[in-house]
């Protein structure tokens, strides 16, 4: 993907004139010296692409293409006493969604100096009337301790809102930077909104943090919540492999979640190594036949009398009607519960070869989601905020923060929306996935 041309252009609501409060703070000291805060200019960037054979290839005059290196700008658009934010949630929970709000409002309230920060409930569906839901006032003292907790504060919600009703209550409520904490349905409204807002000449700010715990957001290398999801599944597949080892013949089957990429099984099966199969929604496999997995995991018992099977959500959905899956709020199509079916499967092949096993299945997807982060992910979603309130205050907008090549950056809305991150089946990730496991193709010619 980095190698497609992207337009890195970050849009503003207008020119930036009012001077940042940060320039009147001493920062630290240097051999004695009060130095100030160092201000980011626009013109700062981070190459999207950092091999540098590849710029060999570029044109006479012809630019490498770069993100917008994020962080404080010495003038910003909006005047810190008078401008009103609103924080809104959407999607599933997510570990670390509370932190990125308490950094959000902290550093509003504290380095900005704005006091009028609303939280949004239940994700879109709270700018909507016919809902009822009253806004919070966000202050330091109400998000003091929220980072201890899982989910969210503000509560959330799936689906689309009308965009229009949307922009209507930003205009009423005198909101003028809106921070959507959201996947790739919230990436979609956000846009939505973006451009209504654009088309109505209208000076409000969108800027969104990205949320997926399954890590497959394009242009988002690493997404918040992810490293505590993959420590939390690795507890599940010791619990797992314990159980397996614990009985004859045991086979340890865990879910995790992973609707369209495989990026939390295939980086906590690297946590522990000690998975023996691993589905992923990226790589077809076969149940039946010669080289299927039932006749792989038939032969690890003979060898070892236990396995242990690790299964993205979004894995094996051949197996499955299309036409009989729901959808949820949003209108994605729900896949099948491949867990369930290979449970159900496993079993039945063992009593038609008059094979006794012990089957234990764990599925610990909400407990996962509903964990409050890692310290990893706390430091994580503290930049994602603070670089976020940067780039709003400086009238940035249509735009939403990503990590890129270890430095922070603004990437457009429009680069990443709709477009989903998948594992690379050629990659050194899924290599050592391969290795570390041991498993065959799990495919008949």
């Keep these: 993907m980095a190698n497609e041309p992207i337009d890195t252009l970050i849009?503003?609501?207008?020119?930036?004139?009012?001077?940042?409060?940060?320039?009147?703070?001493?920062?630290?000291?240097?051999?004695?010296?009060?130095?100030?805060?160092?201000?980011?200019?626009?013109?700062?960037?981070?190459?999207?692409?950092?091999?540098?054979?590849?710029?060999?290839?570029?044109?006479?005059?012809?630019?490498?293409?770069?993100?917008?290196?994020?962080?404080?700008?010495?003038?910003?658009?909006?005047?810190?006493?008078?401008?009103?934010?609103?924080?809104?949630?959407?999607?599933?929970?997510?570990?670390?969604?509370?932190?990125?709000?308490?950094?959000?409002?902290?550093?509003?309230?504290?380095?900005?100096?704005?006091?009028?920060?609303?939280?949004?409930?239940?994700?879109?569906?709270?700018?909507?009337?016919?809902?009822?839901?009253?806004?919070?006032?966000?202050?330091?003292?109400?998000?003091?301790?929220?980072?201890?907790?899982?989910?969210?504060?503000?509560?959330?919600?799936?689906?689309?809102?009308?965009?229009?009703?949307?922009?209507?209550?930003?205009?009423?409520?005198?909101?003028?930077?809106?921070?959507?904490?959201?996947?790739?349905?919230?990436?979609?409204?956000?846009?939505d909104i973006y451009r209504e807002v654009t088309r109505r000449d209208l000076r409000i700010a969108v800027i969104v943090i990205p949320k997926t715990i399954d890590n497959d957001i394009a242009l988002v290398p690493r997404s918040f919540g992810f490293d505590t999801a993959v420590e939390e599944a690795t507890r599940a597949i010791h619990a797992a492999h314990t159980e397996a080892v614990g009985s004859p013949n045991g086979i340890g089957l865990v879910k995790l979640m992973g609707r369209y990429s495989g990026f939390i099984a295939a980086n906590a099966i690297l946590a522990l190594r000690e998975v023996n199969f691993v589905l992923i929604p990226e790589a077809d496999f076969d149940l039946d036949g010669e080289y299927g997995l039932l006749a792989a995991v038939e032969q690890r018992l003979k060898e070892r009398q236990h396995a242990l099977i690790l299964v993205g959500e979004g894995a094996g959905q051949k197996y499955f009607c299309k036409e009989n899956l729901p959808c949820d709020p949003s209108g994605n199509l729900k896949p099948g519960d491949i867990g369930v079916l290979l449970q159900d499967r496993i079993r039945e092949y063992f009593i038609q070869r008059h094979l006794e096993v012990n089957v234990k299945y764990i599925d610990p997807s909400y407990l996962i989601r509903s964990m409050p982060a890692n310290y990893n992910d706390r430091i994580y979603c503290g930049f994602l905020g603070q670089n976020a309130v940067h780039a709003g205050m400086a009238g940035k907008t249509g735009m939403m923060m990503s990590r890129w090549h270890g430095h922070y950056v603004h990437i457009p809305i429009k680069a990443a929306v709709g477009r989903c991150k998948e594992v690379d089946l050629n990659s050194p990730l899924w290599r050592s996935v391969l290795e570390s496991t041991g498993q065959p193709p799990l495919k008949n010619p």
């Design 11 to 191: 849009p503003t609501v207008g020119e930036p004139k009012v001077n940042s409060p940060v320039s009147r703070d001493p920062m630290y000291t240097r051999e004695g010296q009060l130095v100030e805060k160092t201000f980011v200019s626009d013109t700062e960037k981070v190459l999207i692409n950092d091999f540098l054979a590849d710029l060999k290839d570029l044109g006479p005059g012809e630019e490498p293409q770069a993100f917008e290196l994020a962080g404080p700008r010495e003038r910003i658009y909006f005047d810190p006493p008078k401008v009103h934010c609103a924080i809104a949630t959407c999607g599933g929970l997510c570990p670390g969604t509370n932190d990125v709000i308490r950094a959000i409002v902290l550093e509003l309230y504290h380095l900005y100096g704005v006091r009028h920060i609303y939280g949004v409930r239940y994700g879109l569906q709270g700018f909507i009337p016919k809902y009822g839901h009253d806004l919070i006032d966000l202050t330091p003292e109400a998000v003091a301790n929220i980072h201890i907790f899982g989910g969210t504060i503000l509560s959330t919600s799936r689906g689309p809102q009308d965009t229009g009703e949307i922009v209507d209550a930003l205009e009423r409520i005198n909101i003028r930077i809106l921070f959507l904490i959201g996947g790739d349905g919230t990436l979609k409204a956000a846009d």
